[in-house]
């Protein structure tokens, strides 16, 4: 079977490689998480496909990065109409892979996605070369294609992660392959096609299916591969790091996080419950999410019970049923991995306020939206990330304080702060550890703005230049102000 049919849409369950559906030998099953039926049969890439796909980019890497870059802009542009019109398919497709929810789809992600695409067509053109002369001799800065780039994504946000980095490099110039996530692999599938039918030469851009260990590792460690973008845990994200570094491959690491979520008394506590309970969204497998609630003390009681107030208020089910705040999680596997954890840190000693355990009127994968608190500090439900609906309430007296829990973990990826009091606001936000700070705000993203995580939330930053730094090879060309015989 070389085909899933899901929710009426035919996706190729191949890879695309050289502009061509290629077979493996062996398949992997994909399942859906909304009630674990199997939606088909997926290739199993390895080190022969890689092998391949590195090769076909290497070979439509030198026609690409000749285009002029207007040209290379046109056909991204394409792309992004595409997506447009294929926006409810893709959605449905991406939530019976992912479980997400169908309208956040339509309405946020692909629109995010296609948008992806026309942002880093446009933004390579906005680019300044232009540098202060030195001694009268002219400077200019240029972001040349650099090769072979690596994609390596997650399954909690496929589509939109994985262009998020494919559409910069195709936009400075580089060939593309990618490696989908095993647990929702068939978003990209769709990509390809669209790909084509925008008029992406053959080989610009390869889709090779399969498992982390297998194609991800031989991806990575591929020694025509001249930049590797990685998002996904910060423990896969080591391996990655230093299969590239042995070949000095530079590497971009979107990892994990466990962010704090500061509530101060001065907040405005309707702005201060809204925003913690959207760290359910997505049944909390969002890497930003502020998963750890540090509340003030004098204001915990009423905090707390409003929260609580609001999760009992969460519709759980379908996530293609438009009332859905939260579906399920991913898999079996993860499922068991949040639970072991919750039931752990009941262990240590901590409180459950909400949630605990799985909501067995839906089935296996969908696990309550959950509260502790009184969990020891240090312990690991305190200092990992999950990655499910738990989040765990702490309170604080005084900004020391709040800083101090903040900061104390291994991560830097995001922190809010909900505060009345601007200069708090200010004086906070300047301490905290995190590529990224919402001030009584969550999740304001703009394309512009670097992303990235501080410690073991990654290494590097993209969004606007900051992408272009990464997957380009910058170079500056200086221009001696005499020598010249002729303008032509
Ligand atoms: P994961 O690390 O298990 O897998 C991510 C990808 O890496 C998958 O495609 C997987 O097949 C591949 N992979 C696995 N082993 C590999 C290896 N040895 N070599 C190369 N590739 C390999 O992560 P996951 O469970 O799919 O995703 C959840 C994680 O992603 C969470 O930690 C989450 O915080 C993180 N994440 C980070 C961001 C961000 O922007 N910082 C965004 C989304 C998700």
């Known amino acids: 079977m070389s085909t899933a049919q899901v929710a009426g849409v035919d ?110 067509a ?20 240029s972001w040349c294609p650099s090769g072979v780039t690596a994609v390596i994504t997650p399954w909690n946000a496929p589509l939109m992660l994985a262009t998020w980095r494919i559409a910069p490099a195709l936009a400075v110039g580089n060939a593309v392959v990618a490696k989908p996530p095993e647990l929702a692999p068939l978003t990209a599938s769709l990509l390809a096609d669209i790909a084509a039918d925008a008029g992406l030469p053959a080989g610009v851009f390869n889709v090779v299916q399969g498992l982390g260990a297998e194609a991800g590792a031989a991806l990575v460690a591929h020694p025509d591969v001249a930049r590797v973008a990685f998002t996904g845990s910060a423990g896969t994200g080591r391996s990655v790091a230093a299969a590239a570094g042995a070949q000095l491959t530079p590497v971009s690491l979107e990892l994990g996080g466990k962010s704090a979520l500061l509530v101060f008394a001065d907040a405005d506590m309707d702005l201060a419950v809204a925003n913690a309970v959207e760290q359910y969204d997505n049944a909390g497998q969002v890497c930003l999410a502020g998963t750890r609630l540090l509340v003030e003390q004098s204001v915990a009681a009423e905090f707390t019970q ?56 839906l089935g296996g994968l969908y696990y309550r939206p959950t509260l502790l608190t009184n969990a020891p500090p240090g312990s690991e439900i305190l200092t990992e990330e999950i990655f499910g609906p738990v989040l765990t309430l702490q309170t604080f007296d005084g900004e020391d304080e709040a800083l101090g829990l903040a900061n104390g973990t291994r991560y830097g990826l995001a922190a809010m702060v909900f505060t009345g009091n601007r200069d708090r606001a200010e004086r906070v936000a300047a301490r905290l550890v995190a590529g990224t700070v919402w001030v009584n705000c969550f999740f304001v993203r703009d394309l ?22 990464f997957y380009g090879d910058v170079k500056n060309t200086v221009y001696a102000p005499r020598g010249w015989h002729t303008d032509g």
């Open 448 to 469: 512009r703005a670097p992303f990235g995580g501080a410690r073991q939330s990654g290494i590097g930053r993209e969004g606007g230049s900051w992408s272009f730094d």
């Open 306 to 361: 409003r929260l609580l107030g609001r999760i009992a208020a969460l519709a759980q089910g379908d996530p293609r049923e438009e009332a859905t705040n939260v579906g399920p999680n991913i898999s079996r596997a993860q499922v068991e991995r949040i639970d072991g954890y919750v039931a752990r840190s009941l262990r240590y000693g901590a409180r459950l306020l909400a949630g605990g355990c799985v909501n067995r009127d």
């Open 11 to 120: 996706v190729d369950t191949r890879h695309w490689i050289g502009g061509e559906r290629v077979a493996s030998a062996g398949t992997f099953t994909d399942i859906s998480p909304i009630d674990e039926a199997p939606i088909g049969d997926v290739a199993r890439g390895g080190p022969a496909e890689i092998d391949m796909a590195v090769r076909a980019a290497s070979a439509a890497f030198a026609g690409w990065s000749g285009t002029p870059a207007a040209q290379r802009a046109e056909i991204l542009h394409a792309i992004a109409d595409g997506i447009d019109k294929r926006v409810e398919e893709l959605s449905q497709v991406e939530t019976a892979d992912n479980g997400s929810l169908l309208r956040s789809h339509r309405r946020s992600v692909m629109p995010r996605v296609a948008h992806n695409f026309r942002f880093f």
């Open 122 to 141: 446009d933004w390579l053109g906005h680019l300044d070369g232009q540098q202060p002369d030195i001694r009268e001799h002219r400077q200019h800065v």
